[in-house]
């Protein structure tokens, strides 16, 4: 006797069921609707608070949504996913909101935003840290440069001395890259990549120019330096 057939088995596919695509897509529509939402409240009720109040208001919304995004990491994680990429951009709305309530008016706009972009970038690895979240990840790499970069431009060095910061920053990157990579998924390494090249590019644009503009030998070994 044959023993009986059982039922066929497919060979899995390694691609995800045809609906994830669909939820996921859903999942940022409704967290774009949120914010559309929570932006439309906040414009009925910004003519009624001060900027003490907008920023009270926006910091609100930032704990909230990154609650929601912690508690949705485990059971819903492309809820998370959107929870996530909404906090993120909140907290650059907490920077500006924060500075207009009266905080750091002393400090020019490059040198706060540098500041808050660091604030920013250093909530956003936790929250990529605690959640796992491929969307904190990515943003912490599309935000890595900023703080530095707007340390330098508020500096206001010549050129050598900010194409010799440049050509550290995209030298720290690639190191970075090397040593850390696979923290940050394929996308936050293409954005890093790019972000290294662009960097390595205004380093030798600015020795170039600074070269360009040396009349003595001394001077001409600053832009060398960079070079």
């Known amino acids: ?25 859903l999942l ?32 609100a919304a930032t704990t909230l949504t990154t609650g929601l995004a912690l508690a949705a990491r485990r059971r819903l994680p492309m809820t998370a996913e959107a929870f996530v990429g909404l906090t993120v951009v909140l907290t650059l709305v907490d920077v500006y909101a924060v500075r207009r309530a009266g905080l750091g008016a002393g400090l020019s706009g490059e040198l706060w935003w540098a500041i808050g972009t660091a604030a920013v970038l250093g909530f956003t690895a936790a929250v990529g840290q605690v959640t796992g979240r491929r969307t904190a990840r990515f943003a912490v790499a599309a935000l890595l440069s900023a703080p530095i970069v707007l340390l330098i431009a ?16 995209a030298a720290a990157i690639v190191y970075g890259l090397g040593r850390w990579g696979g923290w940050f998924y394929p996308e ?40």
């Open 154 to 169: 508020a500096g206001g060095w010549p050129g050598w001395p900010t194409s010799i910061a440049f050509a550290a920053l």
């Open 28 to 59: 940022w529509l409704g967290a774009a609707l949120l914010g559309i939402s929570a932006l439309t409240f906040s414009a009925v009720a910004w003519s009624r608070l001060g900027d003490l109040g907008h920023a009270v208001l926006l910091l």
């Open 188 to 227: 936050g390494r293409a954005v890093l990549g790019v972000q290294a090249v662009i960097e390595w590019g205004v380093a030798a644009v600015l020795a170039l120019v600074g070269a360009l503009e040396a009349t003595t030998v001394t001077a001409a070994l600053g832009p060398a330096l960079a070079v």
């Open 1 to 25: 006797q044959f023993p009986a057939a059982g039922p066929a088995v497919l060979p899995p596919t390694g691609r995800p069921p045809s609906g994830v695509g669909a939820r996921a897509l």
